[in-house]
């Protein structure tokens, strides 16, 4: 049974979090898993131990039987384990352990041996309160492996529109935001699946605000190449963006899959904040 998200609650010997709804379709997580596999392979390629975490995979475990493909492509002695909350969930995922693929109970906690070098949690800490984000991030950066990053992400039922916080033991790094070509009419159609510490912050005086407002602007004066098609026009956009100051840590090989990554400082939560 589904429960309302309340703070998170850890007793002992249980499991650390709450049943959410485990909504989920196959190839949802794809652009993360792209960007896993891409400027991010380095991480699982140094790792002493090539353990990744599907923390909350839902009610299916298609997504993290994907990762697993995508990943061990990488790096073909990578781990991955699905973890989820509920029993049933990881009842009906065991079908499809394989050598390498693995699924247990539990929750933030992460009840694996060792430190995973990838941790990632997609469409759950939405369903929590806002105030609960930060001992969540403490709860699993503290998990990590050396170069270990910890994504708090985002996206809509088709994984067309996605957004995500990429976190090492230190905190916050940046925010990555990814959308399929003809699936928005303005960057900032993607407020709706910010993460939970963005996701209420989309108001005036926010970093974030300010930051999709300048997307928005830099798309809307890109207008005159949208003849040549929606990835010349959105590459014409970062480099705007990048040009007026705004700190983006990719360049074009990302900006043509729909894809952008901003510094955290740029976007974080607090304080008046106009744009560089």
């Known amino acids: ?16 979090g709450n049943v959410t709804r485990g909504t989920t379709n196959p190839n949802r997580m794809r652009r993360l898993d792209r960007w896993l596999a891409g ?17 909350g995979y ?16 990488v790096r073909a002695d990578v781990r991955v384990c699905g973890i989820e909350i509920e029993p049933e969930r990881v009842r009906i995922a065991k079908a499809l352990e394989r050598p390498g ?7 933030f906690e992460l009840p694996v041996p060792g430190n995973p070098v ?6 759950v800490l939405r369903q929590y309160e806002e105030a609960d984000v930060a001992g969540i991030w403490d709860l699993v950066r503290s998990r990590l492996a050396p170069d270990g990053l910890f994504i708090d992400g985002t996206c809509d039922e088709i994984g067309r529109r996605v957004t995500w916080v990429a976190l090492d033991a230190d905190g916050p790094l940046s925010l990555s ?4 070509f003809g699936a928005f009419e303005r960057p900032s159609d993607v407020a709706e699946r910010l993460p939970k510490a963005l996701i209420h912050r989309n108001i ?19 207008a ?4 040549f098609g929606n990835r010349q026009r959105w590459t014409a956009m970062c480099r705007a963006m990048r040009d007026a100051g705004w700190p983006l840590q990719d360049g074009p090989s990302r900006w043509r899959l729909g894809e952008l990554t901003v510094d955290w400082p740029a976007v974080a939560p607090g304080g008046d904040y106009q744009g560089p």
């Open 101 to 107: 693929l693995g699924f247990v109970v539990g929750g």
């Open 1 to 16: 049974m589904v429960q309302k998200a309340e703070r998170v609650q850890g007793k002992r010997g249980k499991p650390v």
């Open 177 to 180: 935001m990814s959308m399929r």
């Open 204 to 222: 005036p005086g926010e970093r974030i605000h300010a930051f999709l407002n300048a997307l928005d602007k830099a798309w809307l004066e890109a």
């Open 118 to 123: 990838v941790v990632r949690a997609f469409n």
């Open 224 to 227: 005159p190449l949208a003849s």
């Open 58 to 73: 839902g009610a299916s475990p298609a997504t993290a039987v994907e990762l697993f493909e995508r990943l061990r492509v």
């Open 39 to 55: 400027p991010q392979a380095w991480r699982l390629r140094a790792a002493v131990d090539p353990l990744v975490v599907d923390l």
